[in-house]
């Protein structure tokens, strides 16, 4: 069951969660969160707390099995034409900040972290790589994506059987 919108920060996929009332267990949980809260500038150590409750949630909906949890990173969106006219060291700093404190979260709850930051940089803003919007990623980059995350994504399965 797809929670999750475009946008969202912690708090509104919290909020979003208790509305939907998903039901589990499920053999496969992902969590991709993060981004809208550093755009919109919200400090790390706050997502950090907002993203510990948000994985216990998603351990939960996997019937309590960190395994079957597959965290993925934030992708860094100052590589975008959105960035363009900021600073996008400084964002890419902050990316990383919070993508290691999701690290840190899902490694100390055993869960699974897949990167696809590294693969949001390398295709920037290369033709194809974004949507029409010229910010979010296109087919082709969420392919690339699906490469990194699937090898984690076959181990969670292979622990629900």
């Known amino acids: 069951q797809l929670v999750a919108r475009t946008g969202w920060t912690t708090a509104e996929l919290d909020a979003a969660i208790d509305e939907a009332s998903p039901r589990g267990p499920f053999d496969l949980v992902t969590l991709l969160i993060g981004v809208n809260d550093q755009y919109r500038g919200l400090e790390v150590e706050g997502y950090r707390e907002r993203f510990r409750g948000l994985l216990a949630r998603a351990i939960g909906f996997a019937g309590d099995a960190p395994g079957r949890v597959v965290v993925v990173s934030i992708p860094d969106w100052g590589v975008t034409p959105h960035g363009a006219d900021r600073d996008r060291v400084a964002i890419a700093r902050a990316i990383d900040d919070f993508n290691a404190a999701a690290w840190r979260e899902a490694m100390a709850a055993g869960t699974r972290f897949v990167d696809v930051t590294a693969a949001s940089r390398s295709l920037g803003d ?24 699937a090898p984690a994504a076959r181990r969670a399965l292979a622990t629900a059987r």
């Open 126 to 149: 290369a033709p194809g790589a974004l949507a029409e919007d010229g910010l979010h990623p296109s087919a082709e980059q969420y392919r690339a994506w699906v490469d990194a995350i």
